[in-house]
């Protein structure tokens, strides 16, 4: 038997057989029956079964465990004729493996394995299993001419054997058996500190006389001039008796590697100093300290001799605080680039550029040498910042004697000049914030109503156990008489406040339904109109309540139901709330008072002896207010239902309404109370949208400019591999650059948003603004296939910021053009009326949708395929920075902007 197994073993050339017994990795060869058809003695040891007993033997009666990953590779490698490669744990053999199977020239395959348990260099030794890897000489030259690296293999004569492609085209030669030393006797070789390298020291003859060598770099002239960098890993090829037979060297081309970390070592040390320099950003508060923290520590690293950031106000450039080494004269002032055309028309470029001797330098104005030269300034790097197409600032950093900046040095000169602008922007914007804050507690303090912002504090299955007032105002105190409620709990300061009140919030508080109720409180002893909404973030628990103390309206109420009929009815005529008697047998009107009669237009003539129904006066068709004559509704007893009436003129007026039973001799009648809240729906919108709007503002300000960071380092990243060794991917990396601008405009947009943004108030004439606008206007109508009509009427000027109002009309101007279809007209007209400039936008779509309505100016709220919902947005929030008003009329025959402006002066 063990004859016939040792038959089947290939005749295999002594050098090939050799290189297999000496390898370090395991190897079998199994023929097209999966028959062993050879083993080397590293295959033995982990089989630690002898090669005689296995040679001949099925492979898969060794290992009948099918399915796994090695039997799945043998079979791919069998079967689709491919080299393959894997790595798994197996169980047989308790090790890691790094396994390659070839299929061989009758059938079978020939399979390598690696213990890559505890290997640390597996490239190295793929490469070198790879170089090894042969069941016969031509195999053997096709496998290793499929390496990218250099594969050297030397007898022991000193004559090279064998070259792969790869070391042919980098040595330049066509075929091998020359001696090593004539080919590297062509070759320029370095150490790695650049020194000539001794030929004795050439790591395949090294290899010879039996060391190994791993990872040895060296560095290979070419005749171009470029250097390029080689590491070699070498190794004595052994017989079964140790004797060396050969060597192997295995090179591989670390130019790239070397260059890249050279790359990663730049870009970690900038992005260290970034790092710094935000931290050191972060905590100031004031602009001068962030010019001063951001030119100090610009000048170190650059190792410059002065830095200094300026601000471009109107056509000045106003330098406040600068650092400069030793005596050097400050800079700081006030500096007009009227004089400097030259200068003034680079920085309006908004392109970084640099100066490397002011003396002979034609980018300099030779007002601007003059007084560099005063200033002792011989060498500087510009770089101005650019936002809405504008410059708002300029770095500078400077020498005294003439310098050659780097393209590293500007690259990294912009990102501190973003920075230095996004931190002043940040901090001017929180000072805004905190002046937005002062005045809402002006307003909040200053309001008759009592308001409270409460936390409402569960148990584990959201029960509501309590609640702690967070903040209150003036009139908290007179409307429940509670003393420095704020930061205490409810049941501390009222224990026996009853446990409705907790469940009424807390409801609220779990389901953000906002409720208008009325209730009375007995540990308290009054009587409250309550309107009460979630606010913040759901998790926050948190609930407003803008309540007032109606006890007496109350006792007002009650007191009518005791009093005389003359007594009820001044009552009834006098209340500011619609109130009517409803007979319930045929759902007809008794009464009506006065407030109905004014609020809704009927007079009461038209109104008794006539149903709701007959009126049409209930909006809302499903209402049972409407329909009285159904019995689940004529006992039915209501406290604040809401509800939706329907003037006569056709308004739809949001009601709340309370119903009780009550007998007028033997009729039965209800007695129904309507609360016009139209207004308080308007505001709980209002104040939601501000809210929405102010959360979006505050989010811009706070971290726009940490967005933008990252997004600027991918985008300089990306400029890097624009680069000619990366140009099959231009078009990929092209495209990415530009979606990176685009989400940077998108960013724009959002800072825009901001409360507190700094807008630059001139009285300026509405008319004068469109009429700059109109041929941008008209070019755009005529592009998108409509007409243009601009009526302009008298109007006076007033204070507004002029590119704000741009922005408003562009923004406006360009949703009408899109909702309109190619031929139709829009419509600008200004007019003065009640004391204030009108201005209104008018196109000829289909409408607006009453869901969309409704919702007009949420922020990233698009009803476009490719729009960002920041728009209409940030017209809303012109529109509130310049205390203008808003108004949407809309239909299916077009939509309309009306915004009226006030003329008096608007801080």
Known sequence: MNSQKISRIPKIGLTVEEILESTTDAFYAVDADWRLAYINHRMEKWWQRPREELLGTVLWDLFPEPETVGWKMHHRAACERIAVHWKAYSPNLKVWVDAHAYPTSD?????????????????????????????????????????????????????????NPTAQKALGLQSDGMPIVEIVNVLEILEPDGTPRLRVNTPLLRALKGETINGEEIIRHLNSGELRYRRFNC???????????????????????????????????????????????????????????????????????????????????????????????????????????????LIAAGQPFTVRDVHTSELVDESLRQLCIQLKVNSYLNVPVV????????????????????????????????????????????????????????????????????????????????????????????????????????????PDNEQYWFDIYGRIALTGESTRFQE????????????????????????????????????????????????????????????????????????????????????????????????????DDKNCIANVDEPSCQKSKLQNFPVNYRAKSGAVINMLCSTDLIKLGVEECRLMI???????????????????????????????????????????????????????YR???????????????????????AKNKT???????????????????????????????INAGNVPDFVMDAKEIRQLLLNLTRNAFEAMKPGCELTITTSFANGKVVLSVRDRGKGIPQSVL??????????????????????????????????????????????????????
């Open 387 to 494: 936002k809405g197409g504008k410059p708002v600032g300029i770095l500078y950093v400077t020498q005294c004697s003439p310098r050659t900046w780097t393209n590293p040095e500007v690259e990294l000169a912009m990102e501190i000049a973003e920075r230095a602008w996004a931190a002043v922007e940040r901090v001017r914007a929180e000072e805004a914030l905190r002046d937005s804050e002062r005045k809402y507690r002006d307003l909040f303090d200053s309001i008759d109503e009592g308001f409270c912002i409460i936390e409402v504090l569960f148990d584990d299955n959201d029960r509501p156990l309590d609640y702690r007032f967070l903040e209150v105002n003036q009139a908290f105190e007179r409307q429940t008489g509670l003393l420095d409620a704020a930061g205490r709990c409810m049941r501390d300061m009222v």
């Open 107 to 163: 059938g079978g395959i020939a399979v390598f394995f690696q213990d890559i348990t505890e290997r640390t260099q597996a490239e190295a030794e793929r490469d070198q299993l790879l170089s090894q890897i042969a069941e016969e000489k031509d195999w053997l030259r096709a496998i290793l001419g499929s390496i990218d690296d250099e594969v050297w293999i030397a007898d022991t004569a000193g004559k090279v054997t064998f070259l």
């Open 674 to 728: 309507l609360k016009d809240i139209t207004k308080d729906k308007q505001l709980e919108a209002e104040l939601h949208r501000l809210d929405r709007l102010n959360t979006v503002g505050e989010m811009a300000a706070a971290i726009g400019h940490e967005v933008r960071n990252p997004m600027t380092t991918v985008r300089g990243y990306l400029q890097m591999m624009l680069k000619k060794e990366y140009a099959t």
């Open 731 to 753: 078009e990929q990396l092209t495209t990415m650059i530009e979606e990176l601008d685009r989400a940077n405009t998108i960013i724009s947009d959002f800072l825009s948003l």
């Open 235 to 345: 190794a004595p090829i052994k017989d079964r008796l140790g004797n060396i037979t050969g060597a192997v060297a295995i090179c591989r081309d670390i130019t790239e590697e070397k260059r890249t970390g050279q790359k990663l070592k730049d870009c970690d040390e900038r992005q260290i100093f970034l790092l710094k320099l935000s931290d050191a950003l972060r905590p100031l508060s004031a602009p001068i300290e962030i010019h001063g923290a951001v030119t100090r520590t610009a000048m170190d690293y650059f190792g410059a001799d002065r830095c200094y950031y300026c601000e471009i106000e109107d056509d000045n450039a106003v330098i406040r605080q600068d650092a400069a080494c030793g005596t050097l004269p400050s800079v700081a002032g006030v500096y007009s680039l009227s004089n400097l055309p030259i200068h003034k028309a």
């Open 854 to 907: 409704d919702k007009l100016g949420t922020p990233f709220l698009t009803t476009k395929d490719n729009g960002t919902g920041l728009g209409l947005a940030v017209c809303y929030r012109i529109v509130e920075r310049h205390g203008a008003k808003i108004d949407v009329e809309t239909s299916p025959a077009g939509t309309t902007f009306i915004i009226s402006f006030p003329t008096e002066n608007f801080q």
């Open 520 to 619: 009375s409180s007995v540990a308290l002893g009054r009587f409250y109109d309550i309107y009460a909404f979630r606010v913040g973030k759901p998790e926050q628990r948190q609930v407003a309540i803008l309540f007032n103390d109606i006890t007496v309206r109350k006792q007002m109420e009650e007191l009518l139901l005791r009093q005389s009929e003359d007594r009820f009815q001044q009552i009834f005529q006098k209340s500011p709330d619609i109130i009517t008697i409803v007979r319930i047998k045929d759902g007809q009107y008794i009464d009506v008072n006065q407030a109905f009669v004014d609020i809704l237009g009927y007079s009461r003539e038209e109104v008794v002896g006539r149903t709701p129904a007959e009126l049409n006066i209930v909006a």
């Open 759 to 789: 807008a630059k108030m001139k009285k300026h004439n509405l008319n004068a603004v469109i009429s700059a606008l109109v041929p941008l206007l008209q070019a755009e109508a005529l592009h998108t296939g409509h007409q243009l009509t």
